[in-house]
């Protein structure tokens, strides 16, 4: 008793150990500061100048900023939004060279992991910061348009507005303490990029680990009744019009390639859906019209499908109607 009696009296307010316990204190807080301060500059600094992947989304998003609504009727401009379906299915030496002397002005914008709510609220961010295209074109199969789910905290990052961050807590069911990593992610580099980094750092460290995704056969998830497809489609197709027809954009929705027929009715229900939201539907591979060979793992084109695709999405692009 006489020994913790002691140890307050040593700490007391204005006592030598209490300025000790308060520097120790004070040096502690510095030190923590210090270090967060350091992940967060080495996140906003160092990783996108190392990673391919971090580098690309920054790109895109910068020229999709400088889109804008062409004054000559002649010219049209697209922003085609997706995640790695779009990213394996476009070839951009292709789409590049096949643009030359058109009049189209396609612009790609693919994030991995991404589905409808990711860019559903990236298409409210990028048309707020001054994106201006005449058509944004949603490209994604079907079960990923009827998912709630997101890309978790690199969407926070990247595609989401905070001022959002409720509709987002809505919207994709998220819990108080979900909800509160995604706005801090949203202000903070480390904390939206850390699933990202450290995968870069475990493919930097790893030789040869990008080269083993082709063995590792993706499945798409299982479709729900083509009228429930149907249904859901055709809410968020118009939910996703509102928002562009809201910055004077128009929507078109591209169903990327299937490899196998069997998602022929999913399809077939997105395309009603469009229709009867008023919202065109391309489809410029019919599901089951490539076989495996033109797929790197049963889900991603790989570059002989993509140098199908790409020109006939082009083509139907064109096709559009100025009305």
């Not at 992991?113 to 944004?136: C, H, I, M, Q």
């Not at 819990?175 to 930097?204: H, K, P, Q």
Request: aromatic share 8%.
């Amino acid at each position: 008793m006489s020994t913790l009696l002691t140890s307050v009296r040593a700490i007391r307010p204005g006592g030598s150990g209490y300025r000790r316990a308060a520097l120790s204190i004070a040096l502690l807080a510095a030190a923590a500061l210090a270090y967060l301060g350091a992940l967060e500059i080495a996140a906003r600094v160092l990783y996108p100048a190392h990673s391919e992947l971090a580098a690309r989304i920054r790109s895109d998003w910068s020229t999709a900023l400088q889109l804008g609504v062409s004054p000559s009727p002649d010219h049209r401009s697209f922003l085609l939004v997706g995640n790695s379906l779009l990213q394996a299915g476009i070839d951009r030496k292709e789409l590049g060279a096949l643009q030359q002397g058109s009049t189209l002005s396609v612009v790609v914008m693919p994030i991995e992991n991404t589905d409808y709510l990711d860019w559903y609220f990236g298409a409210r961010r990028l048309l707020a910061a001054g994106s201006k295209p005449e058509f944004v074109v949603l490209c994604l199969a079907p079960v990923q348009l009827i998912s709630t789910s997101t890309n978790g905290v690199l969407f926070a990052r990247t595609l989401m507005r905070p001022l959002d961050i409720l509709r987002v807590k809505q919207a994709a069911g998220l819990d108080w303490t979900t909800t509160a990593t995604y706005l801090m992610a949203s202000a903070s580099a480390w904390i939206g990029d850390s699933t990202e980094i450290r995968n870069w750092i475990r493919v930097e460290t790893v030789p040869g680990m990008t080269e083993l995704a082709p063995y590792f056969w993706q499945r798409a998830g299982a479709n729900p009744r083509a009228d429930v497809i149907e249904e859901i489609v055709g809410r968020r197709l118009t939910q996703f019009s509102a928002v562009c027809v809201a910055h004077g954009c128009r929507v078109l929705l591209v169903v990327p390639p299937l490899v196998s027929d069997r998602g022929a009715a999913s399809v077939a229900a997105v395309a009603r859906a469009g229709r009867a939201a008023g919202i065109p539907v391309l489809i410029p591979v019919a599901p089951g019209e490539l076989g495996q060979s033109y797929f790197k793992d049963g889900f991603h084109l790989n570059q002989g499908g993509a140098e199908i695709f790409t020109p006939r999405l082009l083509e139907a692009l064109r096709g559009i109607p100025n009305n």
